[in-house]
């Protein structure tokens, strides 16, 4: 089945492709979008077994393969020729592995918020994987209620207010538990290739993907991975102030104008 996806804007425009995080849609950039659809063809696509594509299923041992091959498709089903891939948390994760392994010469830039660049060991990946095992089972076994209120105490969660959590699990509710364990184990941080060294290569190539990566404030660990990264000279690191681990949400416009000042044409 193919993923569910939302275009506001002009065909005409520079595009712009969004990935979600874990447990969100596409709905979760309709702030974002509301500011640059005047200037940009906005695409928004839900990820597997999230949103409109919660019945769409991918193999555990292909997650991040069989992902890219069916985000490829929507842009082919639109007839996009160039443009910017925008990804949150997982999505970010995902956009990453994208541009590492598809080659894509429409690809003309990544813009990556708050997430993982890939472990470099085998024991961490190890460990990862018993973390994201642990999870799916409550996923998959518990009410989608429960699972939301022990997910949002999780430390990279402590910056959100007690109403900023609650809005939060109306909007994640609507997930199926047995879905996202799915894509929780086909697309887990142990199933990602280390991304290092293709972003050494790119920071090496004559005319390498210009790639963005945006931490808030507030997000210690995503904050540490960001200034790491700035000392490739290719990724530009830029901090949002007052801002959690979901910047775009937090801060739509602030995010917006981030957009619109590194791309408008």
Known sequence: MPLFSQTQGSP????????????????????????LKKSFYCISIDLPGHGDSASVTIPKDKGFETTHRLIKNVLNDLKIKEYILIGYSLGGRI??????????????????????????????KDKRFAHDLSWA????????RQSLNQWYEQDIFNDLSCEQKNNLFNKRSRNYGVCLANMLLATSLAEQTDALPFLQ??????????????FGEKDNKFKTLGRALAKLK????TEFAGAGHNIHQQSPVQYARFIKQHFSQ
Do not use: M
């Open 12 to 35: 005409q425009s520079p595009a712009l492709v969004f990935l979600h995080g874990f447990l969100g849609s596409h709905q979760d950039w309709c702030e974002t979008i509301k500011q």
């Open 95 to 124: 956009a990453l592995d994208y541009a590492r392994t598809q080659q894509d010469q429409h690809l003309k830039a990544l813009v990556l918020e708050s997430c993982h660049t890939g472990y470099q060991t085998q024991d961490e």
């Open 137 to 144: 089972k409550r996923f998959a076994t518990q009410s989608i």
């Open 201 to 214: 290569k790119n920071t090496a190539q004559a005319k390498p993907l210009s790639i963005y990566y945006c």
């Open 234 to 237: 290719n990724i530009q690191p």
